[in-house]
């Protein structure tokens, strides 16, 4: 059983501080996503890593993926409310069907105070 | 902007009814997924869907269980006796045939069992 370990939990900071949520496992996952998740909905997408060592940047969000694929990292610059959420990692398994077979993390709790 | 939409948003029920969740997944997408949230716990995976059969599925989707896609278009999954335990977010996802596992979600359908 693949298991993906989240943390921070929870995390409340001030506006403008720097923040970073790590996801870490024992086990290689052919991608790894990061999604936004709002009270009520469903999880939004925010990004794909795939490569081991891979870093993509969405405006002051910078994602990592470990050069194993087992972990990765989201990096949050200038905080600001409107980061305010749920933040999920998951990773994704292989071969067919199984690239959409997603274990997720416990997820993360961002408020971000003005 | 396509997205995936979930019928109903919230059903109430009683233990033992069965119960039926809509979904209609993005018109080009090939692979379908059905995950399910238990309130503040993590998204778990239920089953996968691809051409017309189910490729994949977890201990939770027992017997009780079962998906179909009887057209083009709808996906859905059939609670036939539910417990109080099947209470949860039911999320309906779908991904087109790439290897990044992608997904795109619907917004939940809320399932309340008393």
């Known amino acids: 059983t693949q298991l993906l370990e989240q943390s921070p939990q929870f995390l409340s900071i001030q506006e403008g501080e720097n923040l970073t949520v790590y996801c870490n496992s024992s086990?290689?996952?052919?991608?790894l996503q990061w999604y936004r998740q709002e009270p009520g909905e469903g999880p939004v997408l925010l990004v794909t890593v795939v490569t081991g060592g891979e870093v993509k940047k969405l405006k002051r969000l910078t994602f990592q993926f470990g050069d194993a694929r087992k972990d990765s990292s989201l990096h949050i610059t200038a905080a600001q409310p409107g980061d305010t959420g749920l933040y999920l990692c998951a990773g994704a398994g292989r071969g067919g069907t199984s690239y959409g077979k997603l274990t997720f993390g416990q997820g993360t709790i961002l408020t971000v105070h003005p | 902007e396509p997205e995936v939409t979930q019928t109903p948003s919230h059903q109430v029920t009683q233990m033992g009814q069965e119960v039926i969740l809509r979904c209609v997944p993005i018109s080009n997408h090939l692979y379908f997924y059905w995950y399910r949230q238990i309130l503040g716990q993590k998204v778990e995976f239920l089953v996968s869907?691809?051409?017309?059969?189910?490729?994949?599925k977890s201990e939770i989707f027992d017997d009780q269980f079962s998906v179909e896609r009887p057209d083009g278009s709808n996906f859905t999954l059939k609670i036939r006796s539910t417990k109080l335990e099947d209470s949860a977010m039911y999320f309906c996802?779908?991904?087109?045939?790439?290897?990044?596992?992608?997904?795109?979600f619907g917004e939940g359908s809320r399932l309340t069992v008393l």
């Open positions: 086990s290689v996952f052919s991608s």
């Open positions: 869907f691809y051409n017309n059969e189910i490729s994949e």
């Open positions: 996802a779908s991904r087109r045939d790439t290897n990044t596992g992608e997904l795109f």
